[in-house]
């Protein structure tokens, strides 16, 4: 695609230039120099090399902030992506975090003949099956053991937690063996080749497992899953986030909700982006947290739809601004007075924590608040209770 | 942006690259790699014409990248960033590809090693465009030098920059200076007495005004770098004050308990407080802590009655003096190898079979039997035999040959010859005797009627199979000239044995931060063009620390050492590592991380705008990197390699050609 | 004076054959020192190694057969030149390629061993016949250990004792045991250091595929020389197992307390360091530690044991040649059993019991010394 | 996998096994030509991107090779090199990459012939072993 199509494509012409996109972006708060305006006014002008070469092109966080209200519907998250792609033919890719070790696994997940050994951690304790048509989707879990050790943050404690909820449902999922990284972030920095490389292999076995449903524990394989992969592959599958599939299960007063354990804490809840803003999902994981006796449940002063992004997105340009983003949501955490921050985004949950590693502001240091899972918080709910289903 | 020009050169080496990798095909190679604008192979890119090349080409072709290809960047990495420099440009817009240790050198096959020299140009073609001008920055240099040891090396190494106007830390272990020159007789080829050398220089050491002598000392810790070390030393107690000792000696005197003396090889014994000889410098007495009775079993204090000074002061505690130096002069020695492993030669197993040093006391005036050479009953030796290569040039031991045996072991015979009548057997495998007056010296004492039996010792028994072997020790070996099993019975037998790294070499090693050869011995910069040098900057080898040698090529060692020290010291100043970390502050997070894993305390979190970030200081850093790769941000990179930097070179090498 | 011109063809066959590591030699003699054979006469050693250099040895000469490998040179030699393997090229080089004569004695061993597999020219067939009033089992695949007696155990009436002595340890311990068929050939050690390199392959071959195809995981020899043979030269071919010689397995028997030794020997003996066990394998304790076991035994050490133990003259080929009166090592060694006031030497090796035994015999010792397996005291004093 | 000659990519210190490099060339010792050399400071300078980077690149082998644990001219590099590698490799594990692909090597500056011993070893090894999984993906890429 060429900008003029990227343009096109993202109702961009109807730009009324009116600032709201700027004055609405968290970003824009912090980074002096990033401002969505001035990007789409770039394009419009068609400054291509200013556009993709400013660094700055790979601060958005794409948490669809600002086209809630923009006037025109401009949707500038697509536009970013795609203008990013563009910035990548010129060897672009923002900062990336990390090293970049996640952005190059993804790139080594598109080897064809790959044979992974993903599911070395599985246990006795979690049942799966063969056979089973629904798949639950394991995600970059494993691989981000080790780069999350020092953070205290353990991914596959979110997989194995759900799928302890899982059985607990009575539902024994089916789990990949050769699963590939769902291709989120590549294709929100730009790199549209890996991506389509990591969709067509995930949708090729999928196909050939046979599942008529997947379940997410992370909201950008969800969003990834249902927004993005039917662009590239053709894939006739359900998806659903667990906390949806959980939220549904107690409405339904299976058998569930009745096991729950009290656990008396007061907590606060962070709307990831993809779940909230991109898909809508608000109301879910209140529930279930409504559903758990004891817990108290306070808003931050953004919440919902006006929810402040975690702060990084795809593990690029993680950048002092996006910190200082991070620390002010912890303080909307904080000031509710809750003892835990709940999320349902393990990204969401790498970044709270790694931000309170850092040392913040020399007179106002970085708020300190435990983060914790939603899934991990349903499983210390279910206790021990979750085995014995096992009996029936 | 800046167009990239870059100047490619290969270097023929001779026919060193040029025999196996096709110079010019690699050059034409070069040629067409993009920003390339020129590509040339010359014969000898380190000579003048050759630099001169790059200098040309960047004033007349406007290069501002330069490429070389020739031998390591050890060797000439620096001659290329001056010649760089010299055409106008920044010095680091330089790349060095190394095709001859690592490639014509290593490599046979012409094409594949062509090749190779392909892939590392390309690989540096790519990585020099993105090359930084750094600023080379200087610090001061202290104008002060540690000696460590105070042997022969270490002593002259010191007279040298003390004469020189210039402070010198000296410091010994032993109570005493002197090293093991001092526990000698005489010295080959010139059988002038040890003694008389050495004492006059251990007094200039004591007195010197530049001097500040630390004996019965041992350094502890050393951090910092050139220019500025931080050493700790720890000055043992000698329960002795050294202002009052006046040496007279009535303490050992009087002292009940003896032990053997480390100086006398055990051949004779020593008080529990004592004088180590009778030149020692410093002329005072020191209590052996670890055998004293009172300060193990807290009875005794004869010395203190003994002496008249008011000397001994039981109260002692080891004391740490910090003294910041310069430069660092390693001149720690060597041991004595143990026969006793050799269990075929019977050491300490029979009363007559000696080591060199053993020997060397007994032949010494002033040594146990006032210079006569007696064996343990107390008769003369009718018959000696030296035994060469006693734990050297033997893989069982030591491989390398450990280079003064043949001579001393000639001194031995010529010594039994003039102070015994006795016959002389020497068994050796190969003669070397290549100093100065050497050969003449194997001559001198062929004439003497010294046997010579080539072949080496296979055993030394006490069972006689003749009447001619009883009460004697049977020397059995080959005698390869004559292609005969000989048995040789003597009175006493020499083992020569070989000089070996010191037993605490390692421990040195690691606090200095210096490293070892396989053989034990510190290793030298370059083992031809820089040998006194350690790959630590600042820090000198001199002496048998770095392999066996005599004493006079371990002066001309303890010399040249002096002369790198000084001539730091005259320019004073020292260039500061340019390729260091830095800080983007709009991308660190502050955490803290850089500055937990950093050995020199380069970064700190400091406050700026109110923002708590990571900041380097540069004098401290040395560009190692650890942060760069520790930092979870990429706010944190190390100059000239930068993750941009060495992921284009890992690019172009994975790329097809 | 006689021209030497270095035979260049010859150098190539040696260096070929396996000699490469005596390019290093400096000459220095040491191994020529050390060889126990300059006890007796002269062998000269370090020139066989500058012959060799030169590719100027003399191949009609009995000092290439001279060798028994025991290593006392090699241990110390301070190039670490490989001599026995220098011994075993040149004599390959006679003995494959017909550049000089083989010894009659070692040319009908080795044809022996070549026909029917063990070198004093038996039946195959009677392979085994030491057990046959035993009821010892055939390996079968299950089976825990094999026993590997090796061929003079196996058919030296005068040696059977040895092989009929672990057998009855084995029973009273009620240890899972078996013979291998009579398919079992010799193992191969000896003839290959005498140069028959090509011999050496097909025995090997054989014993490797028997072992394997009948399941062999732990195999007990009473022979250092198959032990040596088993243990570092079978792998090369493809043939691993647990090799462990009896007196291991005897003495971590011992160690676990599962053998006892109650009956007392009120006897002086004296050990005597098999080559092949000894510094060939470095199992220098475990005999002794089983001596130590047998109550009232009074044991003894040779002034020159272990690392410098003397050879019985047996290796390398040698037990089956000629060696005159006056140059026997085993001679040496009972002279000095005696003078210690030795009862008994106490060997770990079928060749030694062989060597010893001729020695006590000739020297007319046999009334007052005698020579046993460590394996037979054991039996006895179970 | 006749003919199948591996590529490697070493990372080597500055201080000990570049220089051990250097001196197997000095000392004319011939190793297979499979190896490109990138030089580091130090082994603790090595980041993990490097590594992937030169899997992603095709390469068959990577070597990481500096001082021993206590000769680093910078301390301490060797520990946090190990330390890296552990974390490392725990990925590659994951994606199902043989551990033989990554080598972790100690090589002094006087250790030349162990320098030349190990990319033999290496090389060896690789040929068993057969090419990368990931070289499938660049010549997709191609």
Not at chain 1, 126 to 131: A, C, F, I
Not at chain 1, 321 to 336: C, F
Not at chain 2, 372 to 377: F, N, P, S, T
Not at chain 3, 199 to 226: E, M, R, W, Y
């Amino acid at each position: 695609m060429n900008l003029e199509d990227i343009i096109k494509d993202t109702n961009t012409y109807y730009c009324l230039e009116c600032g709201k996109c700027t004055s609405v972006c968290p970003v824009a708060r912090y980074d002096k120099c990033f401002s969505p305006r001035m990007i789409i006014e770039n394009a419009l002008l068609g400054f291509e090399d200013e556009l993709v070469l400013d660094r700055e092109l790979f601060s958005c966080l794409t948490c669809y902030m600002c086209q809630s209200e923009c006037p025109s519907d401009v949707d500038f998250p697509v536009f970013v992506r795609e203008a990013r792609s563009l910035a990548q033919g010129k060897g672009q890719h923002g900062i990336c975090a990390h090293s970049g070790q996640l952005q190059s696994l993804a790139r080594l997940m598109t080897s064809p003949n790959l044979k992974q050994k993903r599911l070395e951690w599985l246990s006795q304790e979690h049942r799966v099956s063969e056979k089973s048509d629904v798949l639950f989707w394991v995600g970059c879990a494993p691989y981000f053991e080790p780069i999350f050790e020092d953070i205290g943050f353990s991914a596959l404690g979110i997989t194995k937690a759900s799928l302890k909820i899982l059985n607990s449902l009575g539902i024994e999922p089916k789990l990949l063996p050769n699963e590939r990284c769902c291709g989120h972030d590549a294709l929100w920095t730009g790199d549209v080749d890996t991506f389509k490389k990591l969709a067509e292999y995930n949708a090729a076995q999928i196909k050939e497992a046979g599942v008529k449903k997947i379940v997410f524990a992370c909201p950008e394989g969800y969003r990834t899953f249902k927004l993005d992969y039917p662009d590239y592959v053709d894939l006739d599958c359900e998806v659903q986030h667990i906390s949806e599939l959980l939220a549904e299960k107690i409405a339904e007063n299976s058998h569930l909700s009745g096991k729950l354990m009290e656990i008396k804490k007061k907590v606060t809840y962070q709307d990831p982006c993809r779940l909230g803003r991109h898909l809508g999902v608000y109301d879910a994981p209140r529930k279930i947290l409504e559903a758990i006796p004891g817990i108290e449940l306070v808003e931050m002063k953004h919440s919902g739809l006006e929810a402040i992004c975690c702060g990084t997105s795809a593990f690029t340009n993680c950048d002092s601004y996006s910190n200082a983003l991070r620390a002010e949501r912890l303080s909307e955490a904080v000031e509710t007075g809750a003892e835990l921050l709940i999320t349902a985004c393990p990204k969401c949950q790498t970044h709270f924590r790694c931000a309170q590693v850092d040392k913040g502001e020399e007179h106002r240091p970085t708020p300190k608040i435990e983060v914790i899972d939603l899934i991990n918080l349903v499983a210390d709910a279910i206790g021990e209770g979750g085995k014995s289903s096992k009996k029936k | 942006m800046e167009e990239i020009r870059t100047g490619v050169y290969i270097c023929h080496c001779g026919l060193n690259i040029a025999g196996v990798v096709d110079v010019e095909e690699v050059a034409k190679y070069a040629g067409q790699l993009p920003g390339v604008v020129v590509s040339r192979e010359y014969r000898y890119m380190c000579s003048d014409p050759g630099q001169d090349l790059i200098k040309d080409d960047i004033k007349e072709l406007g290069v501002n990248r330069v490429v070389v290809a020739s031998c390591s960047p050890r060797m000439h990495e620096p001659t290329f960033r001056k010649a760089v420099e010299d055409g106008g440009l920044n010095p680091y817009l330089y790349e060095h590809a190394n095709i001859r240790e690592h490639c014509s050198w290593v490599h046979d096959d012409k094409e594949l090693a062509t090749n190779k020299a392909k892939d590392l140009v390309r690989a540096a073609v790519r990585r020099v465009c993105r090359h930084e001008p750094l600023v080379v920055r200087e610090a001061p240099f202290t104008p002060s030098v540690l000696v460590i040891g105070g042997g022969i090396a270490g002593m002259q190494a010191a007279l040298d920059i003390a004469n020189g106007h210039q402070k010198v830390y000296l410091v010994e272990r032993d109570p005493s200076i002197g090293g093991h020159m001092a526990q000698l007789d005489r010295t080959f080829p010139t059988l002038d007495c040890s003694e008389c050398i050495l004492t006059p220089k251990m007094s200039d050491v004591g007195h010197h005004p530049f001097i500040e002598l630390h004996t019965y000392s041992e350094v502890e810790e050393v951090s910092g770098s050139i220019g500025s070390f931080k050493v700790k030393i720890r000055k043992k107690a000698r329960y002795v004050d050294e202002s009052k000792c006046v040496g007279c000696g009535d303490c050992e005197e009087k002292c009940p308990w003896k032990v053997p003396s480390e100086y006398e090889m055990g051949l004779a014994k020593r008080g529990v407080i004592y004088i180590p000889f009778a030149q020692a410098i410093p002329n005072v007495a020191t209590i052996d802590g670890e055998h004293c009775v009172y300060l193990q079993k807290g009875k005794c204090r004869a010395c203190e009655k003994a002496c008249e000074a008011g000397a001994i002061d039981f109260e002692q505690k080891d004391e740490i003096i910090e003294v910041e130096v310069g430069a660092i002069i390693v001149a720690t020695g060597y041991d004595q190898f143990d026969p006793a492993v050799i269990s075929q030669y019977g050491y300490r197993r029979f009363d007559n079979v000696l080591t060199g040093l053993e020997f060397e006391r007994l032949t010494c005036a002033a040594g146990p039997t006032e210079g006569k050479i007696l064996l343990k009953d107390g008769r003369e030796p009718e018959s000696v035999a030296l035994v060469h290569c006693v734990g050297s040039r033997d893989q069982n031991y030591h491989e390398y040959c450990s280079r003064v045996c043949c001579m001393y072991a000639l001194k031995y015979a010529h010594l039994a010859k003039e102070l015994t009548k006795a016959d002389v057997y020497q068994f050796y495998i190969d003669m070397r005797c290549f100093g100065e007056g050497y050969e003449e010296f194997y001559n001198r004492l062929s004439e003497e009627g010294v046997n010579f039996i080539r072949g080496k010792v296979a055993k030394i028994t006490d069972d006689a199979v003749t009447d001619e072997e009883k009460g004697k020790l049977v020397v059995v070996s080959e005698d390869t000239l004559l292609g005969k099993l000989i048995r040789v019975p003597v009175d006493m037998v020499i083992l020569c044995s070989a000089l070996q790294p010191r037993a605490d070499a390692e421990n040195v090693g690691k606090i200095l931060n210096i490293n070892r050869r396989a053989d034990g011995f510190f290793l030298e910069r370059h083992v031809k063009l820089d040998p006194v040098a350690t790959p630590t900057d600042g820090i000198f080898i001199a002496g048998c620390c770095e392999a066996p040698r005599d004493i006079p090529d371990t002066v001309a060692q303890a010399e040249a050492t002096a002369a790198k020290a000084l001539s730091l010291i005259s320019r004073g100043t020292v260039t500061l590592e340019a390729a260091i970390s830095t800080v983007d502050e709009s991308i660190c997070h502050g955490c803290g991380r850089c500055e937990e894993v950093c050995p020199f305390s380069a970064p700190s979190i400091v406050s700026k705008n109110g923002v708590m970030v990571s900041e380097i200081n540069e004098a401290l850093c040395k560009g190692c990197g650890a942060c760069a790769v520790i930092c979870p941000t990429g706010a944190v990179t190390i100059k000239h390699f930068t993750q941009d930097e060495i992921l284009a070179q890992v690019d172009a090498l994975t790329e097809a050609r | 004076m006689e021209v030497l011109s270095p035979y260049k063809e010859a150098t190539e066959v040696i260096l070929e054959a396996g000699g490469e590591p005596l390019k290093l030699c400096y000459q220095c003699g040491l191994c020529t020192g050390t060889c126990p054979w300059n006890m007796v006469r002269s062998f000269l050693v370090r020139r066989i190694m500058h012959e060799a250099q030169l590719g100027a040895v003399d191949f009609g000469s009995e000092d290439v057969w001279t060798c028994v490998t025991c290593k006392a040179c090699v241990d110390r030699c301070p190039r670490g030149v490989e001599i026995i393997d220098v011994m075993r090229a040149l004599r390959r080089a006679v003995a494959s390629l017909g550049i000089g004569v083989v010894p009659d004695a070692l040319r009908i061993s080795a044809k022996n061993i070549a026909g029917v597999g063990n070198p004093l020219g038996e039946p195959p067939e009677r392979r085994n016949d030491w057990a046959k009033d035993l009821k010892v089992k055939d390996f079968a695949k299950g089976t825990e250990v094999l026993y590997f007696p090796c061929c003079v155990p196996s058919y030296d009436p005068g040696v059977k004792n040895v092989a009929r002595s672990v057998a009855a340890i084995f029973d009273r311990l009620k240890i899972d045991y078996g013979l291998i068929g009579t398919e079992a050939k010799c193992c191969g050690e000896a003839i290959r250091k005498a140069g028959y390199e090509e011999t050496f392959q097909s025995l090997a071959q054989n014993n490797i595929d028997l072992f394997t195809s009948n399941g062999v995981k732990t195999v007990v020899v009473s022979s250092p020389h198959c032990y040596h043979t088993f243990k570092a030269e079978y792998p090369e071919l493809g043939g691993e197992f647990e090799v462990l010689h009896i007196a291991q397995y005897l003495a971590s028997l011992i160690d676990k307390g599962k053998l006892k030794l109650s009956k007392e020997l009120n006897k002086k003996v004296v050990y005597s360091d098999p080559c092949y066990l000894g510094r060939h394998n470095h199992i220098y304790d475990e005999p002794r530690e089983i001596l130590k076991a047998i109550p009232g035994l009074e044991l003894l050490e040779f002034p020159d044991a272990r690392e410098n133990g003397l050879c019985c003259g047996g290796g390398g080929g040698r037990i089956w040649m000629d060696t005159p009166k006056g140059e026997r090592f085993s001679d040496i060694r009972v002279e000095q059993a005696a003078e210690m006031g030795a009862d008994i030497i106490a060997v770990a090796c079928p060749y030694c019991v062989l060597n010893y035994t001729d020695s006590v015999l000739s020297m007319g010792k046999a009334e007052t010394m005698q020579v046993k397996d460590i394996a037979e005291l054991v039996a006895e004093a179970m | 996998m006749a003919g199948f000659e591996p590529q490697i990519i070493a990372f080597c210190c500055n201080w000990c096994t570049y220089a051990a490099a250097d001196l197997a060339g000095t000392s004319r010792m011939q190793y297979p030509a499979n190896v490109r050399i990138v030089r580091v400071m130090c082994s603790g300078m090595v980041n993990p991107l490097y590594v992937l980077k030169a899997f992603e690149g095709g390469v068959d082998g990577v070597l990481i090779a500096g001082c021993h644990l206590t000769d680093c001219h910078y301390i301490d590099g060797p520990t946090k090199c190990d330390a890296m590698v552990d974390k490392l490799r725990e990925m590659l594990h994951v994606l199902g990459l043989e551990d033989e692909r990554l080598r972790r090597e100690m090589v002094a500056a006087s250790e030349g012939v162990l320098f030349a011993r190990v990319i033999k070893e290496m090389v060896e090894q690789l040929k068993k072993i057969g090419p990368s999984p990931f070289k499938a993906r660049t010549e997709a890429l191609a």
